[in-house]
């Protein structure tokens, strides 16, 4: 039971803690995030890069590289006025659907997450914003350290230039 509290703590997984030679971020391409909030979702390695994309219009994506590989996805979605936080969730694979849990506005498990950000109005477009998490590494995090990364995140994204409160 130890070695689970100390791997739960230090965002390890496992009874072997991963080495980070790198510094854990606390800006998600411009958004504001603790770094102890993103650390139990980043496997050790000696180097971190982040790249910001825009796949499609109205999407906006945070890629998490560590020693190349894709760890860790934060994005901003802007979907249909009345969009179902489910709907968005199918769409990402790392979130386990028959295990998710739900706070209405937040939908989560140790592998990914959903949100919907509101008060959001958009400077360029109608409808609702949603944010994601992707974690590209399994076995790392836990459900409850999800919830409090996308609660966190979305809170960030409402208060920036993404959107502006209604």
């Known amino acids: 039971m ?14 072997v803690q991963s ?7 606390t800006l998600l391409c411009g958004i504001a995030v603790k770094a102890t909030s993103v650390a139990p979702f980043l496997p050790g390695g000696s180097s971190l890069s982040l790249a910001e994309a825009e796949p499609v219009r109205g999407t906006k994506r945070c890629e998490i590289r560590v020693d190349g590989k894709l760890a860790l996805v934060a994005s901003q979605e802007w979907r249909e006025k009345g969009a179902r936080i489910t709907t968005v969730a199918l769409d990402n694979q790392y979130i386990d659907m028959a295990t998710y849990e739900t706070s209405g506005s937040y939908l989560y498990d140790a592998g990914g ?10 400077p360029s477009f109608k409808g609702d914003l949603f944010t ?7 076995d790392l995090g836990s459900t409850s350290a999800m919830e409090h990364l ?17």
């Open 2 to 15: 130890a070695v689970a509290a100390f791997a739960a703590l230090t965002g390890c997984s496992g009874d």
């Open 19 to 25: 080495e980070r030679e790198y510094a854990t971020p």
């Open 113 to 122: 997450a959903v949100a919907r950000v509101e008060p959001c109005e958009g």
């Open 132 to 138: 994601t998490i992707e974690v590209h590494s399994p």
């Open 150 to 166: 996308i609660m966190e995140y979305t809170e960030s994204v409402k208060v920036s230039a993404a959107c502006s409160p209604k």
